[in-house]
T-cell receptor, first 112, second 115 residues
Framework: GQNIDQPTEMTATEGAIVQINCTYQ??????LFWYQQHAGEAPTFLSY??LDGLEEKGRFSSFLSRSKGYSYLLLKELQMKDSASYLC?????????????WGAGTKLIIKP | NAGVTQTPKFQVLKTGQSMTLQCAQD?????MSWYRQDPGMGLRLIHY???????DQGEVPNGYNVSRSTTEDFPLRLLSAAPSQTSVYFC??????????????FGPGTRLTVT
């Protein structure tokens, strides 16, 4: 079957580094996405990985290991505005090209 | 550009009532979609459209209708609301024509409660 697991909630300190993990099970992997969603707001696109390795975008990096069904989102130099939910989503090659399997999200709380 | 806009922001319906959630974008995006987001669950795709006059079902289409008469607008109709349709509804669009899922822009959402 298809499944995505991510921790429900994490807490980190301003200025620190945090890693949010996402594990997935699909019959045919075809890309993994990370979105950020502030409370009461719309999700916004952060990153896309389809090949193994690390993709860096400023303070945010996303890593993918297809053999392990595993990804993480790394946030450096945490700021209070990074308090949000982080959504992991996977596209399965067997599904419609327009459909993603979404995780329930990880709520990240940043403390001063 | 206003981006993706959705109206209303909040709505309370009684069971059996019908209503239309509005979604519009002014970015000339061909691809538009509707999702629902429920607590403790991931986003789920309801319907999507790859251009004016073309719509298709997503993962959870039952109880919802859509149409796409213009590039700008993609309304979602609830024909007979049920409490199970209490949710936050997001509309999204994408400028990418070959693979629109690669980068979607979401509207601010409509919070719907069905009593």
């Amino acid at each position: 079957g298809q499944n995505i697991d991510q921790p429900t909630e994490m807490t980190a300190t301003e200025g620190a580094i945090v890693q949010i993990n996402c594990t997935y099970q699909t019959s045919g992997f075809n890309g993994l996405f990370w979105y950020q969603q502030h409370a009461g707001e719309a999700p916004t696109f952060l990153s896309y990985n389809v090949l193994d390795g690390l993709e860096e975008k400023g303070r945010f990096s996303s890593f993918l290991s297809r053999s392990k069904g595993y990804s993480y989102l790394l946030l450096k130099e945490l700021q209070m505005k990074d308090s949000a939910s982080y959504l992991c989503a996977v596209r399965d090659r067997g599904d419609s090209n327009y459909q993603l399997i979404w995780g329930a999200g990880t709520k990240l709380i940043i403390k001063p | 550009n206003a981006g993706v806009t959705q109206t209303p922001k909040f709505q309370v319906l009684k069971t059996g009532q019908s209503m239309t959630l509005q979604c519009a974008q002014d970015m000339n995006h061909e691809y538009m979609s509707w999702y629902r987001q429920d607590p403790g669950m991931g986003l789920r795709l309801i319907h999507y459209s790859v251009g004016a006059g073309i719509t298709d079902q997503g993962e959870v289409p039952n109880g919802y209708n859509v149409s796409r008469s213009t590039t700008e607008d993609f309304p979602l109709r609830l024909l007979s609301a049920a409490p199970s349709q209490t949710s936050v509804y997001f509309c999204a669009s994408s400028f990418r024509q070959l693979d629109p899922i690669l980068e979607q822009y979401f509207g601010p959402g409509t919070r719907l409660t069905v009593t």
